[in-house]
């Protein structure tokens, strides 16, 4: 898929369920909109195929983690990190990486995943059915720009990381602002 498919597009409407600690520090399930993380802010999103996954835990998440101050500071109010994986899952992968800036979403029933298309058959894995590797710039709901790993469009037994890391979204927001 062309990175011009999704931009100008809105964000699928989805609802996350996620586990998250309340005021006590005990662990609450919540219900999170896309439209609490997307209505009137700019968001950088990125999808990966799956928690404590090599590249995802070694470069992709630790990448935006590393950087997110830079980000905050060319205008993101948030960076979110998106795979098709349950809150347990995504929980325990933020805490084993030190993850502490980067929100992690679970998108454990591919609703998001599908909404934006961007759903992939990974069975050559084990994986079943997973989100392709982008990151995309989210601005009041509307995908602003796009960054897709090549290969989709063959469902590419690869897993590319040449486009949705940090460096290009950087690189992209500093000479767009």
Same mark, same amino acid.
């Given at each position: 898929m062309?990175s011009s498919?999704?931009?100008?597009k809105? /964000?699928?409407q &989805?609802?996350?369920?996620?586990?998250?600690?309340? %005021?006590? =520090?005990e662990y609450?399930? *919540?219900?999170?909109t896309t439209?609490d993380i997307?209505?009137g802010?700019?968001?950088?999103?990125?999808a990966?195929?799956?928690?404590f996954?090599?590249?995802?835990?070694?470069?992709?998440?630790?990448g935006?983690?590393?950087?997110?101050?830079?980000?905050?500071?060319?205008?993101?109010d948030?960076?979110y990190?998106?795979? /098709?994986?349950? &809150?347990?899952?995504?929980?325990a992968?933020?805490k %084993?990486? =030190?993850a502490?800036k980067? *929100?992690?979403l679970?998108?454990?029933?591919?609703?998001?995943?599908r909404g934006?298309?961007?759903?992939?058959?990974?069975?050559?894995l084990?994986?079943?059915e997973r989100?392709w590797?982008?990151?995309?710039?989210?601005?009041?709901?509307?995908?602003?720009k796009?960054?897709?790993?090549?290969g989709?469009?063959?469902?590419c037994?690869?897993?590319?990381?040449?486009?949705s890391?940090v460096?290009t979204?950087?690189?992209y927001?500093k000479?767009n602002?």
């Amino acid at each position: 898929m062309d990175s011009s498919a999704l931009e100008g597009k809105k /964000v699928p409407q &989805t609802t996350f369920k996620i586990r998250a600690k309340d %005021d006590a =520090g005990e662990y609450q399930w *919540r219900d999170i909109t896309t439209d609490d993380i997307f209505k009137g802010k700019k968001i950088v999103m990125f999808a990966l195929p799956g928690a404590f996954t090599p590249t995802c835990s070694s470069t992709h998440l630790p990448g935006y983690e590393e950087k997110f101050d830079e980000l905050k500071e060319l205008g993101i109010d948030h960076t979110y990190c998106l795979s /098709v994986n349950d &809150t347990f899952v995504m929980n325990a992968w933020g805490k %084993d990486l =030190g993850a502490d800036k980067v *929100r992690l979403l679970p998108d454990g029933n591919l609703e998001f995943t599908r909404g934006m298309g961007m759903n992939v058959k990974k069975e050559n894995l084990g994986f079943g059915e997973r989100s392709w590797r982008y990151s995309v710039l989210v601005e009041d709901g509307e995908i602003k720009k796009a960054f897709i790993e090549p290969g989709f469009e063959d469902n590419c037994e690869e897993d590319p990381f040449e486009v949705s890391d940090v460096d290009t979204m950087l690189k992209y927001l500093k000479e767009n602002s």
